[in-house]
């Protein structure tokens, strides 16, 4: 069960990452039009960019669920 554990925070935190990446991209496109001084991109471009702290929040998670898992993994068995 806590191999498991430890798999599920892997997978949150390579899912986080992706998602960080998305919206760091995202913000740098919706930025480029500002600094070039072109018409800017669409209200929903700017939304996109709020993915990179929710990629930061899901990545933080899976770091807390992988800690969980291996203290219970170092307690000593009862």
């Not at 991209?25 to 930025?31: E, G, M, W």
């Not at 800017?40 to 929710?54: D, I, K, Q």
Request: charged share 10%; aromatic share 10%; glycine share 8%.
């Amino acid at each position: 069960m806590s191999s498991q554990s430890a798999d599920r925070g892997d997978a949150y935190v390579r899912a986080g990452a992706i998602v960080f990446g998305v919206g760091a991209l995202a913000t740098l496109v919706t930025f480029v039009p500002l600094f070039l001084h072109l018409t800017p991109l669409p209200t929903a471009a700017y939304w996109l960019s709020m993915l990179m702290p929710a990629g930061f929040l899901l990545a933080l998670v899976g770091l807390f669920v992988n800690a969980r898992a291996q203290k219970r993994r170092a307690a000593p068995q009862a």
